[in-house]
Every structure is written in C-alpha cells, then in structure tokens.
Nanobody
Framework: QVQLVESGGGLVQAGGSLKLSCAAS????????MGWFRQAPGKEREFVAAISWSGGRTYYADSVKVRFTISRDNGKNTVFLQMNRLKPEDTAVYYC??????????????WGQGTQVTVSS
C-alpha cells in the first residue's frame, strides 16, 4: 500500500514556474514507476510525465516537453514536477500516481488527492 500526497500547487502568472512535490508513504517506493497526470475542468485526465523506478528513464507529453521536468528522490520517497514557462492551458488539478507504466493512467494503482495549479494570462 502506498499513500501519495501532492503539494506545491498554486496561482502563477503565465511564464512563471512552480514545483510540485509528491510525498509517498509506505514501503517499496523505490520499486514503483511514478507518473504525473492532470485534469482540467470539463476535460479528461491526461498524462503529463512519468519516471522509472530508478529515475533512469523519463517520459513527457508533447505539450509539456522541454518546459516540465520530472525527477525523484528515492531516499526521501518523493517525486517532483518542475514546471517552467507555464501557460494558461496548463491550468488543471495535478495528480501524482504510482505503480503504473508510461502514459496509460489505467495502469497506475495508487493516486494522490491532487493539487490545483492555476495559470493566469
């Protein structure tokens, strides 16, 4: 069992930056691939980024490539999402997920409660 708690969301102007954190409790965090997803009002949840259990492989949605960076610290049971050059279309609730693989949300087993990111124009 893994519990995930996201933090770091907030309101930022377009072009600004935010860094999201996802703290995991429970054993074997370092065994899990991790992902970030987001859901905007009226839209389906979409993939943002993923990282392998070792941190050696990362994957990004085309819409955030170059602007966002996913990383993890297995010693601190935490995964991060650094978001730069934010755009209004990045506004969404951001969710951390564990136990999946790549961009398919269905494959992820554990989910956090989400953190709101709002980008003003």
């Amino acid at each position: 069992q893994v519990q995930l708690v996201e933090s770091g969301g907030g309101l930022v102007q377009a072009g600004g930056s935010l860094k999201l954190s996802c703290a995991a409790s429970g054993r074997a965090f370092s065994r899990y691939n991790m992902g970030w997803f987001r859901q905007a009002p009226g839209k389906e949840r979409e993939f943002v980024a993923a990282i392998s259990w070792s941190g050696g492989r990362t994957y990004y949605a085309d819409s955030v490539k170059v602007r966002f960076t996913i990383s993890r610290d297995n010693g601190k049971n935490t995964v991060f999402l650094q978001m730069n050059r934010l755009k209004p279309e990045d506004t969404a609730v951001y969710y951390c997920a564990a136990g999946g693989n790549g961009s398919d949300s269905i494959k992820y087993v554990y989910w956090g409660q989400g953190t709101q990111v709002t980008v003003s124009s």
